[in-house]
Every structure is written in structure tokens, then in C-alpha cells.
């Protein structure tokens, strides 16, 4: 299967939370899925880690190590798609039609650049995989099928 991840779901294989012993088993590159992810992912992850190490939710040691292990996963393990001048225009026209976040846009107009290069390439689009009800509306909305952690 191919998923399309956002940051809250990445962050759930590193970080113990609800959702994220199914995020891990989706994630761990046995089960042979395909995780396609932003660019901008990887910064939202640090500013999640370094926002726990703030409320004491993880300590500096343990942030040190988490930041290692997505570091080596995060080109080996995930696709990235890149910020480009064309997902600044279709994030602007998501946030036209969506009440989404900015950076909840950007991973959404990655999303859809994703799919449009898997469907010229013959295969079926990626499901999309948030735990932000908002996020994951704005999703549907745009034809995606989707999942959240949080109920698994």
C-alpha cells in the first residue's frame, strides 16, 4: 500500500501516544508500504520534539536520540516531496477552499502532488493518513481515501 503521511503521524512512530503502535507496524519497512511525506515534515518534527523537551515531556537526552533515529529514517524510509513554486500555488487555492493551517495545507498539496505523479506512473493514489479532523476533511474532500491513528 501506498500512504500519504503527515507530520502527527510520523511524530506517533517516535513518540508513545495514542495511534502509535498501528503507526509504527504501518511504518517499520518490513511491512512493505510505501510512505510518501513533505519536506516540511521533518521541521514540524523537530518543533514537536523540541516543544516536549520544553514541557518536560521527554527529556534532552531523549530528544538527542529521537532526532537521530529520524534523521536516519527520513531519507531511507519516506518519500519526500519537495516544496516547490508549484505546491505554493495549490496550497494557496487549499486554503482558499479549506479552513486549514498553513503548514496543514502544504501537506495536503503535497499529498495531491504525490498522487498526481503515482497516477501518471499507472498506480492507485496514496491513502491519506492524519490525526487532524480538519485536516483529514479537507482530504476527503479532494477525493483521497483516509485514516487517522488515533482510532486504531
Given at each position: 500500500?501506498?500512504?500519504?503521511?503527515?507530520?502527527?503521524?510520523?511524530?506517533?512512530?517516535?513518540?508513545?501516544?495514542?495511534?502509535?503502535?498501528?503507526?509504527?507496524?504501518?511504518?517499520?519497512?518490513?511491512?512493505?508500504?510505501?510512505?510518501?511525506?513533505?519536506?516540511?515534515?521533518?521541521?514540524?518534527?523537530?518543533?514537536?520534539?523540541?516543544?516536549?523537551?520544553?514541557?518536560?515531556?521527554?527529556?534532552?537526552?531523549?530528544?538527542?536520540?529521537?532526532?537521530?533515529?529520524?534523521?536516519?529514517?527520513?531519507?531511507?524510509?519516506?518519500?519526500?516531496?519537495?516544496?516547490?513554486?508549484?505546491?505554493?500555488?495549490?496550497?494557496?487555492?487549499?486554503?482558499?477552499?479549506?479552513?486549514?493551517?498553513?503548514?496543514?495545507?502544504?501537506?495536503?498539496?503535497?499529498?495531491?502532488?504525490?498522487?498526481?505523479?503515482?497516477?501518471?506512473?499507472?498506480?492507485?493514489?496514496?491513502?491519506?493518513?492524519?490525526?487532524?479532523?480538519?485536516?483529514?476533511?479537507?482530504?476527503?474532500?479532494?477525493?483521497?481515501?483516509t485514516d487517522d491513528p488515533n482510532l486504531h
Amino acid at each position: 500500500m501506498v500512504y500519504y503521511a503527515d507530520t502527527s503521524v510520523l511524530v506517533k512512530r517516535h513518540v508513545p501516544e495514542t495511534g502509535s503502535a498501528w503507526t509504527r507496524s504501518l511504518t517499520r519497512p518490513s511491512a512493505g508500504h510505501t510512505i510518501i511525506t513533505a519536506q516540511i515534515s521533518l521541521v514540524e518534527i523537530y518543533s514537536t520534539l523540541n516543544r516536549r523537551v520544553r514541557e518536560k515531556s521527554i527529556s534532552a537526552t531523549k530528544y538527542a536520540r529521537l532526532v537521530a533515529v529520524v534523521n536516519r529514517n527520513w531519507s531511507a524510509q519516506y518519500e519526500i516531496v519537495e516544496m516547490k513554486s508549484l505546491l505554493v500555488d495549490e496550497t494557496r487555492a487549499l486554503l482558499e477552499r479549506h479552513p486549514l493551517r498553513a503548514y496543514d495545507a502544504i501537506q495536503l498539496a503535497s499529498a495531491m502532488h504525490a498522487n498526481r505523479i503515482l497516477k501518471a506512473a499507472g498506480k492507485p493514489p496514496p491513502i491519506f493518513l492524519s490525526a487532524d479532523l480538519r485536516l483529514l476533511t479537507a482530504a476527503q474532500a479532494e477525493g483521497f481515501a483516509t485514516d487517522d491513528p488515533n482510532l486504531h
